[in-house]
């Protein structure tokens, strides 16, 4: 929700605080020719250390409320808790609505589209996604997500990831311990309205292949901006996390159930 992510990747708006700014200058020249050791790890970006406390902005109320009224709409229901708790309740009714995982994906996507004046995705992805084989266009997109999405994931920062055509570019966005993951607890909810909306949002309506791969463990999640998820993602096979609300209840209902996978993948 990164699309919901968006998203999310989520949802990308263009409203940031000048020191933000300050520290992610867009430079062109992120791009390395040679291929780097791989894309940041937790310890390569200091998960280990002291995890900085992220500090709301003056905008991170905003951002929620649209977000909310948006998903709010898709739903047809609202949650009575304020705040980021009825966030999280309406995102599990999202989950609870859709008849098949896929109808679930395709309502996250409009969400995210309506998150959106008209015309300015289709004109960025015809104008600015060719603009240099597409690196310029990931850039931008992973500058942007981490300017304005901590409000949802949680403190993140841009890194370098590896592209296809085996150069390295800072089109990565690391996100330390993603909050719409723990306070969902829900790998189905994690998958099915963040990060396969997500990346069908950004490749199908702005130009930018993206994968995304979430940490079930730490909760930390790697963007990569610039590199298409595989055919058969392996993520589908996750088991339920423990504190899985939907997976404790199918554990009270029947004991004897393979609860291998979440409930909701």
Known sequence: MKALGIVCGA?????????????????????????????????????????????????????LNLFRNKLVQEVGWDSKKPGYNGLIE??????????????????????????????LLELYKMLIAPIGGGKIAAMMVARVTALTCQWLMGPCKVNSVDLPDGTSCNTGVYVERCKYLEESKCVGI????????????????????????????????????????????????????????????????ARNIDLTACPNT
């Open 190 to 253: 994690c998958t099915n309205t963040c990060k396969f909306p997500t990346q069908t949002f950004f490749k199908d309506h702005m130009g930018v292949p993206l994968l995304m791969e979430p940490n079930f463990s730490d909760y930390s999640c790697q963007f990569k901006f610039g590199v298409l998820p595989p055919p058969d993602d392996t993520i589908l096979k996750e088991p339920c996390l423990e504190a899985c609300p939907n997976a404790s209840q199918r554990r009270m209902v």
């Open 90 to 119: 309406v995102a599990n009714r999202l989950m609870v609505k859709g008849t098949t995982n896929t109808d679930t994906v395709k309502a996250a996507v409009r969400i995210l589209r309506s998150l959106f004046p008209p015309y």
């Open 11 to 63: 949802p990308v708006a263009v409203m940031c605080s000048s020191s933000s700014v300050r520290n992610h200058r867009f430079r062109v020249s992120f791009c390395s020719s040679s291929p780097s050791s791989g894309s940041k790890t937790g310890e390569q970006v200091g998960i280990a250390a002291p995890k900085p406390e992220y500090k709301p902005g003056m905008f991170d109320d905003l951002f």
